[in-house]
């Protein structure tokens, strides 16, 4: 079983997500609260494998719970549920390394399919999100360059933007983590990237990552 917290201010919001996860047998729900700190000292003490956060909380702010999270345990899942995606909002979570992030008016079943998706191991960004990614490409001037990758390649930067390590890409594709890194080399040189954070907005914005349909 995975272990969740969740954070989110919002009691209603709160008490739903809550719920969803204890329909599922794969989450044990360790807490949940609507304070930013409480729910940072909650993640740091209890190591959980999945955190749902909000951005605007009292107590902390949940950018900086995402960059903490991350900085003491990288393969640590975050998933954004919130209602605040401008552009640069958007642009400053993917740096952060989050996992997936949705916007709260989305379904009770867009949010419990990111819930599913992002806590085993995938990436899931709402459409309104992909959109913002979008935009950000064109105007940083991002080359669109899809057709210079190789099958293998495109292979690559899919798993690399659902944030698969080095060795468990060689693993999956059998193959050694040196070739995986050599071709990583090779995307960012082909697209004109600078890091994984420009990959994933790569791959999302050109559809190599599953996002939902816009209703």
Not at 109 to 118: R, T
Not at 163 to 186: F, G, M, Q, W
């Amino acid at each position: 079983m995975k272990k969740v917290v969740v954070i989110e201010d919002q009691t209603i919001l709160r008490d739903l997500i809550c719920r969803l996860l204890e329909n599922h047998l794969m989450f044990e729900l360790v807490a949940a609260t609507g304070d930013g700190k409480a729910g940072l000292d909650i993640c740091l003490k209890n190591n959980p494998d999945f955190v749902v956060l909000d951005i605007m909380l009292p107590g902390l702010h949940g950018l900086e719970i995402l960059d903490r999270l991350k900085k003491h345990n990288s393969h640590l899942k975050v998933l954004l549920f919130s209602s605040h995606h401008s552009s640069a909002m958007v642009k400053r979570v993917v740096e952060l390394g989050v996992d997936g992030y949705i916007e709260k008016n989305a379904g009770v079943e867009e949010l419990e399919k990111a819930i599913v998706k992002v806590a085993d191991g995938q990436r899931y960004f709402g459409p309104m999100i992909v959109e913002k990614m979008r935009e950000l490409m064109l105007t940083s001037g991002e080359d669109d360059s899809l057709e210079t990758l190789s099958s293998r390649e495109r292979e690559i930067l899919k798993l690399i933007a659902e944030s698969y390590t080095s060795k468990e890409i060689a693993d999956r594709l059998y193959i050694s983590p040196r070739t995986v890194d050599t071709h990583r080399v090779n995307i960012l040189k082909k697209l004109n990237l600078n890091d994984i954070a420009g990959m994933t907005r790569y791959a999302i914005s050109h559809g190599l990552i599953e996002v939902p349909d816009e209703k």
